[in-house]
């Protein structure tokens, strides 16, 4: 079983519109958690991230993710998307003994004018 | 700071080719990682790096070789390169603590094996 699960391989959402994307995790990875967005051409970069306390979690550009525990989800959302958010998103999870990041296979967030 | 660079960007091979692609980072960072990216596939990891003259296997490791002989550089090799292995490769460092375990991540280098 994939142990960081996306469950939209593509969004579209038109702009000014929320937008969320979900990832589910499973018990083989551990609770630190990763957003990462990879805008076109471009390596990725970090969005924001659980490690504990709070389950709501504020990043940058406005994204918010939050944490659940009973749900093993950890879902990203803006309430408002703008064109400049068109991107892949991937969710995360640190495995291997604190060593390594496991990797959902990625969003891809377009936005419609 | 330059961060993660990558050498080179772009590179077409013929199958059977080597090359070496190379990843330097200016941070101190001990860890380093090299991933690859396929479409509908995610960040799948190859190999990476706990530290100078350290290396471990990944996720598919098979087709590549690294080498960590300097702390700031991380080398993924190809010794005979086939069109499996056509791909975008990621290089990313973290450091040991205090970031969050977050990754930095180079721009990219596209390889096409023809």
């Known amino acids: 079983a994939q142990s960081v699960t996306q469950l939209d391989s593509q969004v579209p959402v038109f702009e000014e519109a929320p937008v969320e994307l979900r990832c589910n995790y499973s018990?083989?990875?551990?609770?630190?958690l990763f957003w990462y967005v990879q805008y076109p051409n471009q390596g990725l970069q970090l969005l924001l991230k659980?490690?504990?306390?709070?389950?709501l979690v504020k990043g940058i550009n406005g994204f918010e993710a939050e944490f659940n525990k009973s749900q093993t989800s950890f879902h990203l959302r803006k309430p408002s998307v703008h064109i400049s958010d068109t991107a892949e998103y991937f969710c995360?999870?640190?495995?291997?003994?604190?060593?390594?990041?496991?990797f959902g296979i990625g969003t891809k967030l377009q936005v419609i004018p | 700071n330059a961060g993660v660079t990558q050498t080179p960007k772009f590179r077409v091979l013929k199958t059977g080719q080597s090359m070496t692609l190379l990843c330097a980072q200016d941070?101190?960072?001990?860890?380093m990682y090299w991933y690859r990216q396929d479409p509908g596939m995610g960040l799948r990891l190859i190999h990476y790096?706990?530290?100078?003259?350290?290396?471990a296997k990944g996720e598919v490791p098979d087709g590549y070789n690294v080498s960590r002989l300097k702390k700031q550089n991380f080398l993924l090799g190809l010794e005979s390169a086939a069109p499996s292995q056509t791909s975008v490769y990621f290089c990313?460092?973290?450091?040991?603590?205090?970031?969050?375990?977050?990754?930095?991540f180079g721009p990219g280098t596209r390889l096409t094996v023809t």
């Open positions: 790096s706990v530290g100078e003259g350290t290396t």
């Open positions: 990313a460092s973290r450091p040991l603590g205090g970031s969050g375990y977050e990754q930095y």
């Open positions: 659980y490690l504990s306390g709070s389950t």
């Open positions: 018990s083989s990875v551990s609770v630190y």
């Open positions: 941070m101190n960072h001990e860890y």
């Open positions: 995360a999870a640190i495995s291997g003994g604190y060593q390594k990041v496991t």
